[in-house]
């Protein structure tokens, strides 16, 4: 009977004392939990999938862009053969005449001579006329007789302006070009073998390559033209008529470079496409290949054979696929929310924010990408890149990661991108996370952007060279240019974080090491306000400052938000601050005059009075946690033994202790339960009349165990393990701050207190301690 009560009791023993294993996750969530997920879980799967659906409808591709993966045909059809369209315009276009027009300023002033050849006829000697000009003209007596007759008697015979306009309306029929022009037009290697001239009177006309003539080189063949026309004139002017067309000879047709132009672009642009067949599994753009219009006018009719070829069946099971990979996604990044950061899915406000955030960053790549494929790394990085930040920002670096990591899949089954884009991706998400520890300063931001960038645009680089068609014209070039897109869209995208960054604060309800920083400055009014009217809670939390930083770096919490949180945690005493000893001085104790109850509102009205002047002055939401729960629900001792005793000498019940505790709330986080348990040491050690380290040591222990046994850390994530590096980091800095010092003797036969040497000694030794 006695082993077996001993057994008993050995196995209580061993049960008390063996680690039970942890819950699941899962059963750790609670109704309300799991609903909310869900809730997120459906709006980013609904949400999601149709930004993705619009996404795979929509031309990914731009002209002047360089394909980022081979596309080749999914379903047989028929679009333009590139190639052999290209070739067909072009001969189009080169098979086009060229288009001449008259050289009027020639021709003009070659009508203004011949008409005034007759004004020679008055001449009655021909010594009147200069002989050089005679002979230029090649002038006889009979020639001029005969230009005389037009002038005095022309009889029936045509007038000698008629006689010059059926000449020059034959002259201009003669396709006569410039050296070059006509060398050009009669090359046998030119496709055209005629070309357009437009004639004054008679309009367009046609000149094949056989007539035409080079005023240069061709001036017998000229010559003999010029003859045949002149022979509408009498004999004794033709000789006359030939000499002045051929003294200055010029083209008679220039080419009309921009009618030519034009009419050549209008036949290159108006040539039917030569179509061809594609086959499943051929290759429409090559990856590397620089995109043209006749790219996008194949792709466009690959799509659309496929889509009418697929079926109502077969498009709704691709549609079903992609919101299947959709909730692939989702539900990974729910399960690792909720196994990892239970707090998001438990605040609608958070889950919702982080939900908004990761469908508007969807959106935004999917669109800019639409609007300008060309520059798809800087519309595919941003918008993952600014969420991950924000989220490291908000919460923490691993979670922001596996968010980032989660989200770039997003990206690249909406868009149908390549791996490469994601090694990109996830590249610049890697850098940003690993440098944003801590925004203590503006620059963190724009330096944390600018590294990522570059780690981006040689990702791009490496991408680039490894999986392109370098050979191509404008490839390199391209890539090049596509890394410094993604260099310039991480540095972009931290200054545009740190614009936005009082937003993210207020919206995820975080606090920056930054605007932590910024609150700790002694000139900020409300810490002014505090010196001014309650100058012993000022000094008390300066030294409480110290105390719960060195605290919270002993336990890896963040020593800063302790810092600041210390320094406004008692804000509320600035309304009445005599009530209070470390402010009252030499002064009588305010509270003799007041009953126990009347002391507690005042004692438990700071908290109150402290939340109002934090939101007054705009305090962050962490820092207001400070001033309403470094008490907790702890009990006012001293007023509430006070009460009893009264109560006890009135005989009366004694009163309960919830009437004399802080309303609360309890500690949420551990830097919250820090500061409760330095505020609590820090005035019990000033109590102490010889404060040795180790008396120091039991109290620190007894109040931190008070604290732990009332279950004022219930509702923050503190462990026992953190208590113990703790306390000792309050007992180190508090026998630092209440050492001991060394009683100096003095001499009694003497009535000075120290000599001058004692004195000096004495400062010196005192500054060392």
Not at 67 to 82: G, K, L, M
Not at 141 to 168: H, I, K, Y
Not at 396 to 406: M, P, S
Request: charged fraction near 20%.
């Amino acid at each position: 009977m006695a082993t077996s009560k001993t057994n008993t009791a050995r196995r209580r023993e061993v049960r008390r004392h063996v680690t039970r294993p942890a819950r699941p996750w899962l059963q750790n969530l609670t109704g309300q939990q799991v609903t909310w997920t869900i809730v997120y879980l459906l709006v980013f799967v609904g949400v999601g999938s149709l930004i993705a659906l619009t996404a795979n409808r929509w031309h990914r591709f731009q002209v002047g862009q360089v394909n980022p993966q081979v596309v080749v045909a999914r379903v047989e059809f028929r679009a333009i053969d590139q190639e052999k369209t290209l070739e067909k315009k072009a001969d189009a276009r080169d098979r086009e005449p060229a288009i001449y027009v008259p050289n009027q300023g020639y021709l003009g002033k070659l009508r203004e001579r011949l008409a005034g050849l007759v004004e020679l006829g008055a001449k009655k000697n021909i010594n009147q006329i200069p002989q050089e000009e005679r002979e230029a003209l090649l002038l006889s007596p009979n020639s001029l007789a005969e230009l005389g007759r037009f002038l005095t008697d022309p009889g029936p015979m045509p007038t000698w302006e008629q006689l010059t306009e059926q000449f020059m309306d034959g002259f201009t029929g003669i396709a006569a070009l410039k050296n070059e022009r006509a060398n050009m037009e009669r090359d046998p290697r030119q496709r055209p073998s005629k070309i357009i001239v437009l004639h004054p009177t008679l309009g367009r006309l046609d000149r094949y390559d056989n007539v035409l003539i080079n005023v240069q080189t061709d001036q017998k063949a000229l010559k003999v033209s010029v003859t045949a026309l002149a022979n509408n004139f009498p004999k004794e002017l033709r000789r006359t008529v030939i000499a002045v067309v051929m003294q200055n000879l010029q083209p008679i047709y220039l080419l009309d470079e921009e009618q030519t132009r034009r009419i050549r672009q209008l036949q290159y642009d108006n040539e039917k496409p030569v179509e061809m067949t594609y086959q499943p599994g051929d290759m429409i753009v090559p990856a590397g290949k620089i995109i043209e219009p006749l790219d996008i006018l194949v792709i466009g009719h690959e799509q659309a054979a496929y889509l009418a070829h697929a079926g109502p069946v077969r498009r709704w099971l691709s549609t079903t696929s992609l919101i299947g990979m959709i909730t692939l996604i989702g539900l990974a990044l729910w399960i690792y929310t909720a196994a990892y950061n239970p707090r998001i899915v438990s605040n609608a406000m958070r889950g919702l924010a982080m939900t908004a955030l990761l469908i508007l960053a969807q959106a935004l790549a999917v669109v800019a990408t639409g609007i300008s494929p060309a520059f798809t790394y800087a519309t595919v990085t941003f918008p993952t890149l600014l969420a991950v930040i924000i989220l490291t920002i908000a919460y923490d670096q691993r979670f922001a990661l596996a968010i980032g990591v989660i989200h770039t899949l997003l990206v690249l089954v909406s868009l149908r991108l390549p791996i490469g884009f994601g090694l990109v991706m996830l590249t610049g998400l890697a850098v940003a996370v690993a440098l944003l520890r801590d925004v203590r300063h503006r620059s963190t931001l724009v330096r944390v952007g600018l590294w990522s960038g570059l780690a981006m645009g040689l990702t791009t680089l490496l991408v680039g060279f490894d999986g392109q068609s370098l050979h191509l014209e404008g490839v390199i070039s391209r890539i090049g240019f596509d890394a410094f897109l993604a260099v310039v869209t991480g540095s972009a995208t931290g200054l545009v974080v740190q614009g936005v960054l009082p937003s993210i604060e207020k919206l995820f309800n975080v606090t920056t090491s930054m605007t932590l920083r910024e609150l700790n400055d002694a000139s900020h009014p409300l810490l002014r306000r505090l010196a001014q009217d309650a100058p012993g809670t000022y000094q008390h939390s300066l030294r409480l400052a110290d105390m719960a930083e060195t605290a919270a770096d002993a336990i890896s919490a963040n020593g800063l938000l302790c810092k600041v949180g210390a320094m406004y945690h008692d804000i509320g005493k600035i309304n009445k601050p005599l009530y209070f000893v470390e402010n009252k001085g030499e002064g009588p104790n305010r509270h003799t005059k007041l009953s126990p109850a009347m002391s507690l509102l005042i004692i438990v009205g700071h908290v109150k009075d402290g939340m109002e002047m934090a939101r007054e002055y705009n305090l962050p939401r962490p820092l207001r946690h400070f001033v309403e729960s470094h008490h907790g629900t702890t009990l006012v001792e001293y007023f509430y033994h006070a009460a009893k005793q009264r109560r006890e000498a009135q005989d009366k019940p004694a009163p309960t202790e919830f009437e004399f505790r802080y309303p609360g709330p309890k500690p949420q986080t551990k830097e919250a339960a820090i500061l409760m348990l330095c505020d609590g040491t820090e005035s019990a050690t000033r109590t102490l009349d010889e404060p040795t380290s180790t008396r120091i040591e039991q109290l620190v222990h007894t109040i931190a165990n008070k604290r732990l046994m009332d279950g004022q850390f219930d509702e923050c994530s503190i462990t026992l393990q953190d208590l113990h590096k703790i306390e000792t980091s309050l007992v180190k800095t508090l026998c630092a701050t209440y050492h001991s010092r060394i009683k100096y003797p003095s001499d009694k036969q003497d009535g000075n207190a120290s000599t001058p040497s004692t004195a000096t000694d004495s400062k010196t030794t005192s500054a060392a301690s």
